[in-house]
């Protein structure tokens, strides 16, 4: 929806209508169901903003200072790239902020009380992720909630959707990116091979870029890549790396969240991943069906 100055709502619903009848509710107690937007209008600075439209997005900040995105997967857990915590492995030096459009915003900033990067992260390019524990367990309200992140392996095929953005930098925006195979990646970046090297971009990566003439940046690393199946956005990719800026010709890598499940299992004993009800979608689903960057920056045209 586009907020005008005829559209101010409340936040006082706790449930947006999608969850009704949606077969991809989890009913946990901590859980109200992934993957679900609460979008409402708000006067933010004098101008009527919409809000609450990826409610799980974070602002990763160290000493302070932003770094990276990542997403609400969990009460007490956050997604995020491996390489987002090079800086330190120290959980006090980081805090994050949760519910906020812009930053600098007056949002809720929360401690961390442990990083946990993937065992096998080594060379800013494989394994790039990681999960990050909150010192306490979030309260879910329709300004923050969770992610859902999926078991599939990805929304195959092309969108035509139209790119969202504003113009301030660190504004939370989204940009339509398609999916590109993995072997047409690794053609793209064949020049960066290592002797006898076959493959640069692994089964653990998603290929993905626009084609509506922007690029999402490096600033954006640890941000969500989503589609939207049955009216429930479904987390796809954590945005990883790029070779450059306005390279259109250089896909764009994240780190495949269905090639990590068992890893993401293993370190949140309680974690619901959407499994089931996704599979059994017809194949046209992820051919047609949206398919977004979520992140907070700046988009720059290519």
């Known amino acids: 929806m586009a907020c005008g100055s005829g559209d101010l709502q409340g936040l006082s619903l706790p449930l947006s209508p999608g969850r009704l009848?949606?077969?991809?509710?989890?009913?946990?107690?901590?859980?109200?169901?992934c993957g679900q937007?609460?979008?409402?209008?708000?006067?933010?600075?004098?101008?009527?903003?919409?809000?609450?439209?990826?409610?799980?997005q974070v602002s990763i900040l160290f000493l302070g200072v932003y770094v990276c995105s990542?997403?609400?997967?969990?009460?007490?857990?956050?997604?995020t790239a491996g390489h987002c915590l090079q800086r330190s492995l120290e959980p006090s030096q980081y805090s994050v902020m949760v519910g906020?459009?812009?930053?600098?915003?007056?949002?809720?900033?929360?401690?961390?009380?442990?990083?946990?990067?993937?065992?096998?992260?080594?060379?800013?390019?494989?394994?790039?992720?990681?999960?990050?524990?909150?010192?306490d367990p979030i309260v879910w309200s329709p300004m923050i909630q969770p992610s859902c992140a999926a078991l599939l392996k990805g929304c195959q095929g092309k969108t035509s959707l139209s790119v969202v953005n504003q113009t301030a930098p660190y504004t939370l925006q989204e940009v339509a990116v398609?999916?590109?195979?993995?072997?047409?990646?690794?053609?793209r970046y064949h020049f960066l091979f290592l002797k006898d090297q076959r493959m640069f971009v692994g089964k653990d990566m998603l290929c993905a870029s626009s084609e509506l003439g922007v690029d999402s940046c490096q600033s954006n690393s640890g941000?969500?890549?989503?589609?939207?199946?049955?009216?429930?956005w479904i987390q796809v990719g954590v945005e990883s790396w790029s070779f450059s800026c306005k390279r259109h010709l250089f896909p764009d890598v994240y780190t495949s969240t269905a090639h990590f499940t068992q890893w993401i299992q293993g370190q949140i004993s309680n974690v619901r991943l959407i499994s089931s009800a996704c599979s059994a979608l017809p194949g046209r689903v992820f051919r047609t069906g949206y398919l977004l960057l979520v992140f907070l920056g700046s988009l720059w045209l290519l």
């Not at 009848?21 to 169901?33: D, I, K, R, T």
């Not at 990542?70 to 997604?79: C, K, M, V, Y």
């Not at 941000?223 to 429930?232: A, D, E, F, G, I």
């Open 223 to 232: 941000s969500s890549m989503v589609c939207q199946l049955n009216k429930t």
């Open 178 to 187: 398609r999916i590109i195979s993995n072997r047409i990646c690794n053609d």
């Open 100 to 135: 906020v459009q812009h930053l600098p915003e007056n949002g809720t900033r929360l401690p961390l009380s442990q990083i946990v990067i993937h065992e096998n992260f080594r060379n800013f390019m494989s394994n790039d992720i990681a999960l990050l524990k909150l010192k």
């Open 21 to 33: 009848g949606n077969p991809l509710f989890v009913g946990e107690p901590w859980f109200w169901g």
């Open 70 to 79: 990542g997403s609400l997967i969990h009460q007490q857990w956050i997604l």
């Open 37 to 56: 937007t609460n979008v409402s209008c708000r006067v933010v600075n004098g101008k009527v903003v919409d809000v609450g439209k990826w409610p799980w």
